[in-house]
Structure formats: C-alpha cells, structure tokens
C-alpha cells in the first residue's frame, strides 16, 4: 500500500487529457471502482487542477487495487524517470569530460539526474506587471510580482490513516521593476511541516484534512521585520464541480518586546476559505479572508484567480485581482487594490 500511495502521488507527472464523462465516473469512484478514480485523476491533473487530482489520486489508494494495475503504474512511472534520466545523462555527457572509475561514474550520474521528489504546492507564476493603486508615495504603483512554491514528501502512512507527511516552501516577491534601480520591495518566505490525509467516507463531501505548523517572515532588520508562527487545520471539501478549502489557524505566541507585528491577526483574522472551480482548461479561485469582527475595525481581503492555457501545455495565462489587507507581511496593516497579469507554471 505504501508503495502505491507514492506511486499513485507522483503519476501525474506523465498524465495526458482525457474526454471523460466527469459525472458519471465521480459516481463510479465513490462506489469503489478504482479505474474511475485514476481516470479522474488523471483528468484533473491534465487540467492543471492539482487539488482535485491528488483527491482522487488519495481515493484511489484507499480503494482495493489490483496487483496488475499497481504493476502498470509502477512500470509507467519507472518508464518516464528512466527517459528523464537518460536525457539529463545525454546532455551532460557532451559538456563533462569522462570518468573512468565507474564508482565515481555513477555517483556523478546520481547527482545530475535524481528529482529530488519535488513537486509544485501552491501556485508558480510569474506577473511582470502588476498595478497597486492604493500604493503610497514611498513605492511605484508599477511592479513585478512572482512566486515560487514546491512541496517534498518525507514520509506516509505513518499512524496507518494513509497520510503522507509533508514539508513545503513557498517564496512571494514584488519587485520594483519600473524604478531606476529595480529594487526588490518586499520578499515573503512560508516553510511549513504538513500532513494531509483522506477522509474515509468515500460518499461524503469532505475529501481530505491537512494540519501543519507555518512560519512566515520577510527576512527584514529593524522596523521593517515582520514574522509570525501558526499551527493551522484544513479541510478539503467537494459539492459537484466545486472545490471548497476553508482553513483556520492559532498563532503561537512570542515576546512580547520582540513582537514585530503584535496585531497583525487584527487584519489577517484567524483563518481564509478558497473556493476553487475548473471548466475545462480554465481555472478559476476566490480566497476570501475576514476577521470576523462586524463593526468599524472590520478587515479582510478578496484575492481571485483565472488562469488559462496558452501554447505550451505547462504555460498558463494568469490574472490577478486584490483588493484588502495584508497582500504582503511588510504592508499586513495596509490596503492593497491591485490588478495582475503574467503566467502561471502551476496551478
């Protein structure tokens, strides 16, 4: 089980499109037809929906496989990361010279084609313009924005729940493209510890829950230091084709004297909720976050996503639309209304 579970979480690195009936295979996966759950994950994954795809991908490892199937995925899997690696081997065997000791030979092939087991977490894109126009007179309204976020798998199936511990990092940058000197503004660092895990009544709404442990910080001295720690619970939700995350959260407390944003929960609130909704090749996302408090100091922010696809089939046109507090921890006190447009790499 262990080994399907891996193998069935990194399939979809060679997954292609498929024309599924969507509905009707969602009933045949929740009644515990194991094809139908792969195909739809694989569906999903070709749409670029990595939410939808590692639920099913999850179902499908909790379902009975058979050992012929469990070959097939095995072998596939095997297959592309042996091409992968003899492609890497190829390009490299033209610019290095030769080793003749063939210990040191294959440990240098291990270096220049392992993966590293990596895969994208939250969105990797690039906006090379951005428009913020309630930016101060410190700023230009103009920016590039970017993001980079991948996730690593250390370990699964620990406590028997099919649960696969996680460890994530993701890095936002906004860049003043459009000054003289193009300054970096602002950077954004989130490492976090995770687990996921499936919830186990397969005709239920609820699909999966995440827990896991968040630090962010924008690696800044003095006044301009901000940085906070939380531990935070997700559920990951499914009502026909629309994909439902609320999460909550509780900041550990710290110093008092060395706090550098001591009321920052009054803006980000204690939680968010994502609403997430593929059509076709389309995608689109609300993250809606409140602090829940219905009188004059009320705070919040609305951030949508559409991403599209364009010539190549790992390249997405991207808009961005914000408008509310905390776009970034340096401004978390501050109200952004900005409008982006650029590319996605994941979504």
């Not at 069935?8 to 929740?30: C, M, N, P, R, W």
């Not at 994530?168 to 660092?189: C, D, H, I, L």
């Amino acid at each position: 089980m262990k080994k399907l579970l891996l193998c069935l979480f990194l399939a979809h690195f060679s997954l292609h499109l498929y024309a599924i009936d969507v509905e009707q295979l969602t009933d045949e996966a929740k009644n515990g037809n194991i094809s139908s759950a792969i195909t739809l994950a694989q569906f999903y994954e070709s749409s670029h929906d990595q939410e939808n795809a590692f639920i099913w991908y999850k179902q499908a490892a909790m379902l009975s496989v058979k050992a012929p199937m469990k070959d097939a995925l095995q072998n596939n899997l095997n297959q592309n990361t042996s091409s992968q690696a003899i492609r890497t081997k190829e390009v490299y065997a033209d610019i290095l010279a030769p080793y003749t000791d063939q210990k040191t030979k294959h440990s240098v092939e291990q270096m220049l084609t392992k993966s590293f087991d990596i895969s994208p977490y939250h969105m990797n894109y690039l906006l090379p313009f951005t428009y913020d126009a309630s930016a101060g007179n410190d700023r230009r309204k103009s920016e590039t924005k970017f993001q980079v976020s991948f996730q690593k798998p250390l370990a699964e199936n620990f406590f028997g729940f099919n649960e696969i511990f996680m460890a994530g990092y993701t890095q936002t940058s906004w860049w003043q493209t459009s000054a003289e000197s193009a300054p970096f503004r602002e950077t954004n660092y989130q490492p976090e510890i995770f687990m996921i895990m499936p919830h186990f009544d397969k005709d239920s709404i609820i699909k999966a829950y995440q827990v896991g442990l968040l630090h962010e910080s924008n690696g800044q001295g003095g006044n301009l230091s901000r940085s906070w720690n939380r531990i935070y619970a997700k559920a990951f939700l499914q009502y026909d084709g629309l994909l439902i995350a609320p999460r909550v959260w509780y900041r550990l407390r710290e110093n008092e004297a060395t706090d550098d944003n001591p009321n920052i929960q009054d803006y980000l609130g204690y939680g968010d909720l994502s609403l997430m909704y593929p059509w076709g090749e389309h995608s689109f996302t609300l993250l809606v976050r409140n602090n829940l408090k219905f009188n004059d100091e009320n705070k919040g922010a609305v951030q949508f996503d559409w991403t599209f696809p364009l010539w190549e089939n790992n390249l997405f046109g991207y808009l961005q639309l914000y408008s509310g507090y905390s776009e970034s921890l340096i401004d978390y006190d501050k109200r952004s209304n900005r409008i982006s447009i650029g590319f996605a790499l994941s979504r």
